[in-house]
Each structure stands twice: as C-alpha cells, then as structure tokens.
C-alpha cells in the first residue's frame, strides 16, 4: 500500500499471492479486501489483516453496495451481510474475475465462458465461444467490465465486447485492431476511451485505433482515474499522471513486497 503516490511502499501483514484487491470508501482508508490463494481477507486499519471473509483460492473481488463477490476455485460466492454469510454458485472450472453493477454480476471462467447473472440471484446465462449470439473469442475470460452501455470481456484470444443487450460479441485482436497481444488479462474503461492489459504491454484506445504503452511487460491490471494510470506488471507498478506521456516504474526498491503485481486499486 502507498500512502504518497507510489514514492514509497508499506507491506501490510504478510499474506500472500494476491490475487486482487479492493478499496471501499473514499477519503479516509475504511476497509480494504485481498483476494488471495488462501482466502478473502478484510483490514479495517491499513496495517494488519484482523478478518478472514472466506477460505480456499480466490481470484477476485469486487464490492457493490452492500453485497460482496467473490471469485473463487468453486465458482462465485455472494455475501450480502458485510461477510459473515456466504452463498456460493458452483461454476465448473472456477471463476477467475468477477464486476458487478447495481443489477448485474459478471464472472469471467478459465474454461467455461463468461456467466451473467442479475444482482438478484437466479441461474444466470452462460455465454461461450460457441454461442448463438456471436460467440466469445475464447472460453477464457480473464476479467470483465461493465461501462453501463457496453460489456467487455478480456480473453486469452483477445478483448471481447458486447452491448448490455448481449446480442453479438466483437473481438478486438493482434490481427483484426492491433492490440498488444490477443492474451488480455485485465480491461478498464474510462470515457469513452478502453484500457487493455495484454501480456504484452498496455492498450489504450477507442476499440477501432489503439495505442501501445509499455511493450513487452506483462500487464495484469490497469486502473484510471482522471489523466492516472496505474499499471500492475509482473515488474512492478507502473504509474502515469499524463494520460501515459511519461512514466514512474515502482518495484522492490520502493518497498513493494514484490515486483510481480497482479491487482492494483487507488482511493
């Protein structure tokens, strides 16, 4: 965690292989959750990790109002009572990401396509490479995200997009748009402008026309905010306060507890 920008790095607890993380509640540091091999874990105080939320592998979390999603080994589980309960929809081959919105849940498989279920609960809709509506690019989904208008699919053949209606999928790839590379293991969208992180370098463009940003490095997660860029690579973190002009590399030398970074979040 860093508390000035990224000049400097404190490891809070000794968890490891972090998996995502999550901040809730601006301002003030309130809560943040790890998702880890080994659990989902929850600090109210920045600096020690007091509450296990969940036990076994988890890949990914993410906080909707009230409701916690974990993605999981067994598939996806929802507590709507701040952790202290869990209900779990088993997934065959587990889940490796997880968005929600308001109304929807999105799990991302490693094998099994992209699930949609409404935030309500119900049996969800999987879609696949081989689905009627278009189909996936590929059955791995590593991460997904919901703009309100468009929902993006990050697979390991490319980042798959599709209208909330869910009528068609379109593939952006190193063939047909000139991504970094069709291996997309993080996406974020900001404006009108989307964010690809490839194990190849960051992507940033509209969908038609993209730009490369750090060719070569292996990018597992991008989050924006404004004209930042914050990168998690497998060589550190990678900030930029210009809309991708210039950039600062953070690794070990800074306090981070390692240089391969899979998940970052700023609040």
């Known amino acids: 965690m860093s508390l000035n920008g990224g000049s400097s790095w404190t490891t809070i607890g000794t968890l490891a292989n972090v998996n995502s993380v999550v901040a ?3 301002g003030t540091f309130r809560s943040l959750y790890a998702a880890t091999d080994s659990g989902l874990y929850l600090s109210t105080d920045g600096s020690t990790w007091p509450t ?10 993410v906080v909707s109002g009230q409701n916690i999603y974990a993605a999981t080994s067994s598939g996806v589980s929802v ?5 202290a309960t869990w209900n779990t929809t088993s997934i065959a081959g587990g889940a490796l990401g997880v968005f929600a919105t308001a109304t929807t849940v999105y799990v991302g498989t490693a094998s099994a396509g992209l699930w949609i279920f409404a935030s309500s609960g119900g049996t969800g809709t999987q879609y696949t490479n081989a ?3 278009g189909g996936l690019p590929s059955d791995s989904v590593n991460a997904v995200f919901d703009d309100g208008t468009n929902c993006y699919a990050a697979t390991a053949k490319g980042l798959a997009v599709s209208p909330n209606d869910f009528s068609a999928w379109t593939a952006d790839t190193v063939a047909s748009e000139a991504l970094a590379s069709d291996v ?7 404006g009108s402008t989307i964010y690809a992180a490839t194990s190849a370098g960051l992507s940033v463009g509209s969908g038609s026309t993209w730009t490369p940003y750090l060719t070569g490095q292996s990018v597992n997660s991008v989050f924006v905010s404004g004209a930042s860029l914050y990168v998690a690579t497998n060589a550190g973190v990678w900030i930029s306060l210009d809309n991708g002009a210039t ?11 390692s240089n391969t970074v899979k998940g970052i979040t700023v609040q």
């Open 79 to 83: 507590s709507t009572d701040s952790g």
């Open 247 to 257: 950039w600062r590399n953070y690794t070990t030398a800074q306090g981070l507890a």
């Open 131 to 133: 689905s009627t509506l």
């Open 52 to 61: 296990t939320l969940l036990s076994g592998q988890v890949n990914g979390v």
């Open 24 to 26: 809730v509640n601006s």
């Open 184 to 190: 997309v293991q993080g996406v974020f969208v900001s």
